[in-house]
């Protein structure tokens, strides 16, 4: 099955950047879309992108546009999140989740994905 693995989070300033890595084993990448959720204490967990299988096809939330890039290498099954001009209230766990579902687009429903990482923390603070 499925396994990934989150890295890359950390304390990171406001203002700053950071790059968040989700190395995807057990299966074809070209098969899987692959979603970026967090969750901050307090809040409901919450989609913040989503890459097609064919990488063609990528969404944002509203609070991220301009600022989050994702991307994939399928030569190293690995998804990145670039996260630019970080805010405090980007500040959460952040947990990478593949499904099979989505043919060509990605949607960031999280009931759809159902192989999850353990998630990493990013904390932006001064």
């Known amino acids: 099955q499925l396994q990934l693995v989150e890295s890359g989070g950390s304390l990171v300033q406001p203002g700053g950047s950071l790059r968040l890595s989700c190395a995807v084993s057990?299966?074809?990448?070209?098969?899987?879309?692959i979603g970026w959720f967090r969750q901050a204490p307090g809040k409901e967990r919450e989609g913040v992108s989503c890459?097609?299988?064919?990488?063609?096809?990528?969404n944002y939330v509203d609070s991220v546009k301009g600022r989050f890039t994702i991307s994939r290498d399928y030569a190293k099954n690995t998804v990145y999140l670039q996260m630019n001009s970080l805010k405090p209230e980007d500040t959460a766990v952040y947990y990478c989740?593949?499904?099979?579902?989505?043919?060509?687009?990605?949607?960031?429903?999280?009931?759809?994905?159902?192989?999850w990482g353990r998630g990493t923390q990013v904390t932006v603070s001064s």
């Open positions: 057990g299966f074809t990448p070209e098969y899987y879309a």
């Open positions: 890459i097609s299988k064919s990488g063609g096809r990528t």
């Open positions: 989740a593949a499904t099979f579902t989505f043919q060509r687009l990605c949607m960031m429903i999280e009931l759809q994905y159902d192989y």
